[in-house]
């Protein structure tokens, strides 16, 4: 299958790119060359510029299937359907959770669920601004191509290459082992999934040529925050102890904990529909050993959200 991935050095279209390189498939890069350059020698790249509207390079050539990994405003989707107009069969983009409005969601939502009101008057993107403009993204994908349109919104993505750290934070921390804080409920639920799981998910739609909208989300069984740290640990071959704290006490710095219990509903999306197209489900303490091998091999380095030993110790009452 000819497909051309808008993006894919990173981290999610990193994984798409390897897994269709597994299965096969004729893969080319569309991306500004500056990540990742020395990725996938064997497979074509073509440079340009989103922010700015350069699709040059893609005014040959045709593809089976685009995958859009790098969409956040609605303007990146027109301008590429319109550079790649008649040159290509299905549109599949990534968009996110982010999407719905949490304020009148049910309890267990699925893909039917209520979405934020379209973003088009600005291409800020922030914590307001990020869902509303995937809502406008998504909205321009179907409407330029209907059937062949697919959507999939993933909730949080974890596993090796992750620039957020979200999970990675986790890991590392209950490889330390020992007392661990957490603000808020033990037992608030979390949704990970891995990013080798949405791989195979964008990719098995593809090759089946299945339209709609997705949502990835994972692991398979509910869990915990506490039992998300004790699995950590687990894969670490450490033993921690789950302390909660007083929420109002904590300065921002734990990922994944919702200040909020409204929230929670952002964490209890069903993942059905995904599952019966062809989600896999990595098990949590598989993709934290990955992630933590990934983290030593790299060097530990300073990750995008931090909390000092000492500043934990502090909120332990330490």
Sequence with gaps: MRILVLGGTSFVGRAIVEQGIARGDELTLFSRGRTGADLFPGVERRVGDRDSGDYAALADGSWDAVVDVSAYVPRHVREAAEALAGRVGRWLLISTGSVYDQERAPSDMDESAPRLAPEHGTETVDGTTYGPLKVACEDEVVARFGDAATIVRPG?????????????????????????????????????????????????????????????????????????????????????????????????????????????????????????????????????????????????PPLAVELSPEREARLLGG
């Design 156 to 300: 949080i993505v974890a596993g090796p290459y992750d620039p957020t750290d979200r999970f990675t934070w986790w890991v590392r921390r209950a490889a330390r082992g020992g007392r661990v804080a957490l603000p808020g409920r033990p037992d608030q639920p979390v949704q990970v999934v891995d990013s080798r799981d949405l791989a195979h998910l964008v990719l098995q739609l593809l090759h089946d040529d299945r339209p709609g909208t997705f949502n990835a989300v994972g692991p398979a069984e509910p869990v915990t925050f506490a039992t998300l740290i004790m699995t950590c640990a687990r894969a670490a071959g450490t033993e921690v102890e789950v302390v909660p704290v007083e929420a109002t006490s904590v300065e921002p710095g734990f990922p994944l904990v919702l200040s909020d219990p409204s929230g929670e509903v952002m964490f209890r999306r069903s993942a059905d529909r995904a599952r019966a197209a062809g989600l896999t489900a990595t098990p949590l303490a598989t993709t934290a050993a990955d992630v933590l091998a990934w983290d030593r091999e790299r060097g530990a």
